[in-house]
């Protein structure tokens, strides 16, 4: 029995969309990263492009029944992409700052865990 197109259980064509999803968000972060006049080390391209992709295949699942026409989902899937460091990375600062903030309250009466010392 052979699927039938737009049946969920089609993994190839769900395993496409993915492949062609993360390489545009791929493609964005490269071309965001070249044109940047900052040097730049290779551990940091290859973090900004890997979120990049997995941004963008997030994007492009989510977007595939959403949006109809395949040029403007392609371009949401590429802005996620391409956006996806800074937003990432704003998400991580404010985690820190978060968790920082708790760390520092309970750290604050001097007990670390609100107990006191037994005898």
């Known amino acids: 029995m052979s699927a039938t197109p737009g049946d969920p259980n089609d993994y190839s064509q769900l395993a496409k969309d993915g492949v062609i999803a993360g390489a ?4 964005a972060a490269v071309s965001r990263i070249l044109l940047n006049p900052e040097p730049v080390s290779l551990g940091w ?5 890997i979120a990049s992709a997995g941004v ?9 029944d959403q949006v109809q026409s395949l040029a403007l989902r392609f371009a949401c899937i590429g802005l996620a ?7 990432l990375d704003a998400g991580i600062a404010w985690l820190k700052g978060r968790l920082g903030q708790e760390v520092q309250a309970v750290t604050r009466k001097g007990k670390p865990n609100g107990k006191g010392r037994r005898r």
Not at 24 to 27: C, F, N
Not at 81 to 87: D, L, M, S
């Open 81 to 87: 992409g391409a956006a996806a460091p800074e937003v």
């Open 45 to 49: 391209v290859i973090r900004k492009t």
């Open 56 to 64: 963008a295949v997030f994007a492009g699942f989510a977007l595939q």
């Open 24 to 27: 545009l968000g791929a493609g």
